[in-house]
């Protein structure tokens, strides 16, 4: 058997100690029976014969995307040429802000959709600079072990302004206590891309608030699955993709989020002209843009915001806290299959619901070759340096019964010891 691709039908198989499972297969079926958001799957193209369990690295694609991006493409674009800026492109970022900002429990006008997260992420990081400056604070912290881009674009643009990066130790969700005296903000993941960890985003914020310092949250791993109050915990900045469990694409616009306090008083780099105050006054001087729009650079990818659209269609129909109470389940179900069934895999997630958002990742020696092997059987979940296993549960579209017969794929692969086959060691480029 091939070790790439996903199209293999799958085989799913019952775990051996089946006494010891905490849920039944027919259960699972049952619960998907009764699941108020089951008609949501069907909005999804997925791959007959495969389970999908990587909603946290790229969202499935929306039924609706493709007819989306064709409107773009051939009505908007090949119908009204130039003039579609003026008739809706222009508006784009900050209407689809708005619309995404129910999913982030921020207010209208707070959110921008533009450029990706890593750009976006270098804005935000410099503006909390630059007001960390007026009062003296020249550190910036970020949580040592976080995404990588997050830990290169907050120690680069603080080098390139003559800040210091202060690299944090986050043990166990928890800031390292005392603090670093000095720091004007600190850059943190809402959801740890390796773990699954949810942070306590209102502890924190609240605790660097205490210390004089702005909270920076990267959302990637929590928008669109996670319940999010930006507003309520008086978060500083915030950036987040939107194709992970938004669903939006790859390559998908992200997103910028400055708290209406700070809008006035951000300064991002680099000017440009769409986040100029007045952009086709062609002035030879740069004027911010009094409301979100100063978080723009240059002109929005309209035919990706399609994507983001039709994706957000979705969520319009949905209520949060369905998604999740289904997200937690799901992850339940799988966890509680693998961990009964015994094998030899470490769950590094936290399984209480307050500390854990919408993966669960699993340690093993040799994840990599457990994880081609699934691929191979057409469980799709990735795997994270050096033996991390990781499955994302995105509640639209993924049903109890995958959750576990997934579980129960894994469970063999682990058991028999099929990964050993040579051709599940080889590395792809992409993880």
Sequence with gaps: MQATGCSVQRRPVEPVDDNRVVTSREECVERDDRDPLRSQRERFLLPDGVIYLLGNSLGALPTDAPVAFERVVRDEWGQHLIDGWNRGWYD??????????????????????????????????????????????????????????????????????????????????????????????????HVDYRSGRLLDMPGITRRLHEHGALAIWDLSHSAGAVPIDLDGCDVDYAVGCTYKYLN????????????????????????????????????????????IRRLLVGT??????????ASLDRF??????????????????????????????EVVTPMADHERGSQISLRHPS????????????????????DIARFGFAPLYTRFV????????????????????PAYAARSAVT
């Design 300 to 309: 929005p990818p309209v035919v990706a915001c399609a994507g983001l659209a």
């Design 248 to 291: 939006s694409g790859p390559g998908a616009p992200a997103f910028a989020f400055v708290r209406d306090r700070l809008l006035a008083r951000t300064t991002i780099l680099p000017a440009g002209w769409f986040a100029h105050r007045a952009p086709f006054a062609m002035a030879p001087e740069f004027a911010p843009a009094d409301d």
């Design 402 to 421: 995958d959750a576990y017969d997934a579980a129960a794929a894994l469970v063999d692969v682990v058991r028999t010891e099929s990964w050993t086959d």
């Design 316 to 345: 319009d129909e949905v209520e949060l806290p369905a998604l999740r109470d289904k997200s937690l389940a799901l992850g339940r179900v799988f966890a509680d299959v693998v961990t009964a069934a015994g094998v030899d895999v």
């Design 92 to 189: 784009l970022p900050v209407a689809l802000g708005d619309r995404l900002a129910r999913l982030l429990g921020a207010s209208q006008g707070e959110v921008v959709v533009a450029d990706s997260t890593s750009v976006n992420l270098m804005k935000v990081v410099y503006a909390a600079l630059m007001l960390g400056r007026d009062s003296g604070r020249g550190l910036i912290g970020y949580d040592a072990a976080m995404f990588p881009t997050d830990s290169y674009v907050t120690a680069s643009v603080a080098s390139a302004v003559g800040a210091r990066p202060a690299p944090l130790v986050v043990s166990d969700g928890r800031l390292p206590d005392p603090l670093p005296d000095g720091l004007a903000a600190v850059v943190l993941s």
């Design 367 to 386: 994840a990599y070759p457990i994880v081609r092997n699934l691929i191979a059987r057409g469980v799709v979940g990735d795997f994270r340096e050096p």
